[in-house]
T-cell receptor, first 112, second 117 residues
Framework: DGGITQSPKYLFRKEGQNVTLSCEQN?????MYWYRQDPGQGLRLIYY???????QKGDIAEGYSVSREKKESFPLTVTSAQKNPTAFYLC???????????FGQGTRLTVV | AQTVTQSQPEMSVQEAETVTLSCTYD???????LFWYKQPPSRQMILVIR??????QNATENRFSVNFQKAAKSFSLKISDSQLGDTAMYFC??????????????FGQGTRLTINP
């Protein structure tokens, strides 16, 4: 079945450690996105990528980094520079000129 | 920059009733898309309905319909004959029309809808 897979579903890290969230899609979509969800704030765009080896900052990119070495994969690294990393992270993908974005099931990151 | 505002943090109705969720947005763009997404307790984001700004006719999907008022920049969602499975967070979202490249969504804060038996 085609879809977007995020792993793990729950992730715990100690403060000061970098952590990488995985996002894989087998939909052959060109564009991929990372959103952060906090209570009462909806979803905010962290980074997005239109094609392999290219990505742009979204609205809240500080403290995050990404790579896009393969079309299917768009991992997100939450660095120690991110001041408040505990949140729910959603990955999405879409096809150019098609308006619907497909979402993964999310990763809940807790930093203690 | 575009902004999306949902003024109702929480709503609650009885099963089989009709409920309307409000959404307003601000943009200087003329060509864009508006969406309602549903996020049930599983936290999976599910597209409920989509509206193209150039279309005057309001979109409908079974029990879900929208009231799109372009001049007022208003985009409300009506759920008819509500069901227990409609219980979820509902997000209104805006996307500027892009003929190529990434389709970035701007989301509202969400409305938590509870359908009571």
């Amino acid at each position: 079945d085609g879809g977007i897979t995020q792993s793990p579903k729950y992730l715990f890290r100690k403060e000061g450690q970098n952590v990488t969230l995985s996002c894989e899609q087998n939909l052959n979509h060109d564009a991929m996105y990372w959103y952060r969800q906090d209570p009462g704030q909806g979803l905010r765009l962290i980074y997005y990528s239109q094609i392999v080896n290219d990505f742009q900052k979204g609205d809240i990119a500080e403290g995050y980094s990404v790579s896009r070495e393969k079309k299917e994969s768009f991992p997100l690294t939450v660095t120690s520079a991110q001041k408040n990393p505990t949140a729910f992270y959603l990955c999405a993908s879409s096809v150019h000129r098609v308006t619907e974005a497909f979402f993964g099931q999310g990763t809940r990151l807790t930093v203690v | 920059a575009q902004t999306v505002t949902q003024s109702q943090p929480e709503m609650s109705v009885q099963e089989a009733e009709t409920v309307t969720l409000s959404c307003t947005y601000d943009t200087s763009e003329n060509n864009y898309y508006l969406f309602w997404y549903k996020q049930p307790p599983s936290r999976q984001m599910i597209l409920v309905i989509r509206q193209e700004a150039y279309k005057q006719q309001n979109a409908t999907e079974n029990r879900f319909s929208v009231n799109f008022q372009k001049a007022a920049k208003s985009f409300s969602l009506k759920i008819s004959d509500s069901q227990l499975g409609d219980t979820a967070m509902y997000f209104c979202a805006f996307m500027k029309q892009a003929f190529q490249g990434a389709q970035k969504l701007v989301f509202g804060q969400g409305t938590r809808l509870t359908i009571n038996p």
